[in-house]
């Protein structure tokens, strides 16, 4: 069993800052890559960041240079700072791990979601 679980979010005021923390419990054999998801209300799910076990980083082009993604792979962990929020970054953060429960088992695994509102 693997457990992904969320935590903050909130509500924040257009320019502010917020952030998300994400960790995974369980059977983890082995991390490959974590990141974020989000999807707002009426529109697709679409990758916000991601980082590989490497420390590779992905971002979708709306939020480079405000959004940076951090891994703490050590304990199973992924974070995401949010600067100079827009209105348009409000919806649900989903984050997902693709992982090994075993030397030969991978997976992708989700959480649960947590809110993020940025009022205009």
């Known amino acids: 069993q693997v457990q992904v679980v969320e935590s903050g979010g909130g509500l924040v005021q257009a320019g502010g800052s917020l952030s998300v923390s994400c960790v995974v419990s369980g059977s983890v054999f082995r991390l490959v890559a974590m990141g974020w998801y989000r999807q707002a209300p009426g529109k697709q799910r679409e990758l916000v960041a991601s980082?590989?076990?490497?420390?590779?980083?992905d971002y979708a082009d709306s939020v480079k240079g405000r959004f940076t993604i951090s891994r703490d792979f050590g304990n199973n962990a992924v974070y995401l700072q949010m600067n100079s929020l827009k209105f348009e970054d409000t919806g649900v953060y989903y984050c997902?791990?693709?992982?090994?429960?075993?030397?030969?088992?991978?997976?992708?695994?989700w959480g649960q979601g947590t809110q993020v509102t940025v009022s205009s």
């Open positions: 980082v590989n076990a490497g420390g590779g980083t």
């Open positions: 997902y791990a693709y992982l090994y429960t075993t030397p030969r088992d991978w997976n992708e695994y």
